[in-house]
């Protein structure tokens, strides 16, 4: 019992130089020379084991699960101490910013929701959309709200290519990229009940069991924003300028892969 | 350990940045372990993504007790591959992809560690399950003898026992294959 002890050290301790440290069986062997002729069978077959190791992911696999692991972590919000005043809080800034954009004034809220990045009014323009996303109780709808959001991304993104600013091109692309993540989250949570977060209470609940025409008309909506979006910003790239080029292929790339995850989360 | 300690903790408290780490530093080797208890490579393509989802739903409830991140996180995996070996009614009999990657790009090479492995898969169906699951840990993912112990909660000297016969099995099963 002891001996055979012993010997399972002996072989641990030469795994571990083989595997880890980088030595060979013959060093292994010279070091315990009244084991060899038992050790040396058992070391070639670790090392064809070992061999499985060189085993990779597909890229396109690797891709995809990180794309989706990245959606289910932008879709988990950051924990809180308090839950019952981080909620409250979340809905005062709601309505202040309600409260500001009506004091504003309708007129502006209506003029902003057209204007362009480099406009004046944009600010008031992402406000209320973050207001709006805030405001939609359920999954469903805020998939929806968001896949309108891209849309105006879209053309916020054409409009800078036509004005050559790489640089706002990129910012845009990095909100769209945050909706489509978003979208992607959602949708996956839509398709798999079970994920849903508690404090979805019944309103997620009706989507998934009781609202299949406008889970259907979200599936519409995407597949076409798949086609049209990618389909409109390499348009702009025949126009664009030199410049603009680089920074409307990222976008363009973000737009295909985005609704794509989208798509098949869907599916 | 301590960066891995640190990173651990980040993600308990939501931090994407350190989970999207943790999951770059282990998602080779958890895909590594799954596809050799399965033998499928679709059907691991799906455990392994599971794996990781089930890990950050469950992240706030790991506890730095003793037990590295890495144990826990395999155990997972292993939960999860024992679930679908019982969910499973045959066998699958593609037990190598040809699509499978290898991390070698002269071609020839490819072949030959691709029949290596074909031979390996086939030669660990014939051990127990104990056995293939030390033998997927350790020589496979580049477990320690101490973190094999972990995830099987085993003492270090049972896995150790547990190597020896699995090593010798395999040997018999490679020899005879």
Known sequence: MKKSREFNDILDECLERLLVKGGTIEECLASYPEQAVELEPLLQA?????????????????????YQFHSALQAMEPKKSRPFFGWQRRWVTAVTIVLVLLLAGGGTVAAASSSMPDGTLYPVKLATEQVWLALTPSSLGKAKVLTKLADRRVTEIIYMANEGNAQQIDVITQ??????????????????????????????????????NSQAELRIMIARYAINHPAALRNALKTAPESAKPALRRAIAVSVAGYEEALMALD | MQDEENLVRRAQQRDQKAFAQLYERYFDKIYRYVVLRIGNKTEAEDVTQQVFLNALQSISSFRWKGVPFSAWLFRIAHNQVVDYLRKKTRQATESLDESLVISKSDPQLVVEQRLDIEQLMLATKQLTKAQQEVIALRFVSELSTAQVAKVMGKSEGAVKALQHSAIVALRKALSVG
């Open chain 1, 46 to 66: 670790a090392v064809a084991a070992r061999k499985a190791s060189v085993i990779q992911p597909r890229p396109e696999f690797r891709a995809k699960a990180r």
């Open chain 1, 175 to 212: 909100r769209l990229d945050k909706h489509l993540v978003m979208l992607v989250g959602l949708t996956s949570a839509l398709k798999a009940p079970q994920v849903l977060a508690p404090s979805e209470g019944a309103e997620g609940g009706r989507d998934v069991f009781g609202g299949a």
